[in-house]
């Protein structure tokens, strides 16, 4: 039987893993997390994501999927460890490196090496092939077939998207192309679509640069419509009416793992060719300090104002705060506002944590006495709420809804990131 190992049980090798092992291969999974190892093994999963625990149970029972701290002999090595940037912005591939070495001693001649992890271009050929050629394996004579395929799942819908979503498999050469290609065949029903290494690694990149430039340009034309005193939403539905437009939706910053990091991947390798995405981005990182501009504006004279935070994670109905924007703006309002108090609020995030190091407080807890509420995630059950529950604690409620998900409030003055008009006529800024 055909025997896979993952290196990294995160939000990629943890549902990777179980989904070969459920097609029949023999997987073992490996973390340098114990924790994770354990619970593996008890067939549980330290993450969520709506239907994994029964994927990794049912793998785990039937005995094709283990986990351990070392990795074991295999024919096929799946790397799908982190790659965040560093303070400065470059890519950190310390963790592929790491991992790379990790399998040295149990590589074998003709095994398969599958770097799963999204990479900066060229990092299958300057770093991955130089770190298997330290440990006497030569990828370009196909001692060991190495290959890219990036994933492009989105978390709330993993298990779905691993099977169906097309693959991008990049061969180091023609021969790894191949064999890299041969496993998702048969274990996913998108397209494989096969191509070369750093072809791969571009690809992958591009569509979350794809989707950087496209919200940055929602971000300016929110800007604009401020400016010119328009409702933004209008002109993106009428724009919208054309069949081959689409632009997004405005926000108060881009959050998450991908689309704020990776473009920076690109920009490194070809900083005098990517002024677009380097403004890009840019725009989005000024989203925050715009939103706290608006709030100040908002806020007027209130002299020790309090701000009621609402929505900590970088999108709705998720737990993952990862860059999120609200973060970014509780830095901007500690430095540059240091009068106001804030109180958060979030359904998906339990306590306070070494990642977000403030109080939490309830709905009707943060809303109480607040001057100000700020909706920063399109969580469901905000989009739920109606205005009794901002008019019941708050005196003067004024909601400032920078993701555009409420049409109007009964009781409660409205301004949203896309249509500032009425800030405007009540002479607020
Ligand atoms: N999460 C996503 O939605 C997503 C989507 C597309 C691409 N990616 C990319 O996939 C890669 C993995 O992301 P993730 O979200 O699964 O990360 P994660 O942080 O959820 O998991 C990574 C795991 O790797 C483990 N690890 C680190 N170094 C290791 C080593 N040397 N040996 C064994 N285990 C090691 C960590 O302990 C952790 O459990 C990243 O490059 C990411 O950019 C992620």
Do not use: W
Request: hydrophobic share 40%; glycine share 6%; net charge negative.
């Amino acid at each position: 039987m055909t025997k896979i190992c993952v290196i990294g049980l995160g939000y990629i090798g943890l549902p990777t893993s179980a989904l070969f092992a459920n097609e029949g291969y023999d997987v073992v999974g490996v973390d340098i997390n114990e924790h994770v190892v354990e619970q593996v093994n008890q067939g549980s999963i330290h993450i969520e994501e709506p239907g994994l625990d029964d994927m990794v149970a049912q793998a785990v029972k039937s005995g094709r999927l283990s986990a351990s701290t070392k990795p074991v002999a295999a024919d096929y090595f799946i790397i799908a460890v982190p790659t965040p940037v560093h303070d400065d912005h470059s890519a950190n591939t310390d963790f592929v490196v790491k991992a790379t070495e990790s399998i040295a001693p149990v590589l074998q001649k003709g095994n398969t090496v599958i770097v799963e992890s999204t990479i900066p271009p060229r990092t299958i050929s300057d770093i991955v092939a130089p770190a298997l050629k330290s440990a006497g394996f030569d990828a370009a004579t196909n001692d060991v077939y190495l290959a890219h395929c990036p994933e492009r799942v989105i978390p709330g819908n993993i298990v779905h998207e691993l099977k169906y979503n097309h693959r991008i498999v990049g061969g180091f050469t023609p021969e790894a192309m191949e064999k890299a290609a041969a496993i998702y065949k048969q274990s996913v029903e998108g397209d494989v679509r096969e191509t070369e290494a750093v072809v791969a690694e571009m690809s992958k990149l591009m569509e979350n640069t794809f989707r950087d430039v496209n919200i940055a340009l929602a971000n300016e034309l929110s800007k604009v419509a401020d400016h010119l005193n328009i409702d933004a939403s209008d002109v993106i539905d009428m724009a919208n009416m054309h069949p081959r437009v689409n632009i997004l939706q405005p926000g108060p910053g881009v959050g998450g793992h991908c689309i704020p990091v990776d473009p920076y991947f690109i920009i490194e390798k070809a900083k005098d060719t990517t002024p677009l995405m380097q403004t890009a981005r840019d725009i989005n990182d000024s989203m925050p300090s715009y939103v706290l501009d608006k709030m100040k504006a908002m806020i007027g004279d209130v002299q020790n104002p309090t701000v009621a935070l609402l929505g900590l994670t970088y999108k709705g109905n998720t737990s993952d705060m990862r860059e999120s924007p609200a973060l970014q703006l509780i830095e901007r309002m500690q430095a540059d506002a240091p009068n106001m108090t804030f109180k958060c609020h979030d359904p998906f995030v339990a306590a306070e944590t070494d990642a977000f190091p403030h109080d939490l407080y309830s709905l009707d807890d943060a809303l109480n006495g607040a001057d100000l509420a700020v909706v920063l995630a399109d969580h469901q059950s905000f989009k739920d709420l109606t205005g009794d529950t901002f008019t019941s604690q708050m005196q003067s409620p004024v909601v400032f809804d920078t993701r555009n998900i409420y049409k109007q409030l009964d009781g409660v003055t409205v301004h949203s990131l896309t249509n500032l008009v009425d800030t405007h006529k009540q002479g607020v800024q």
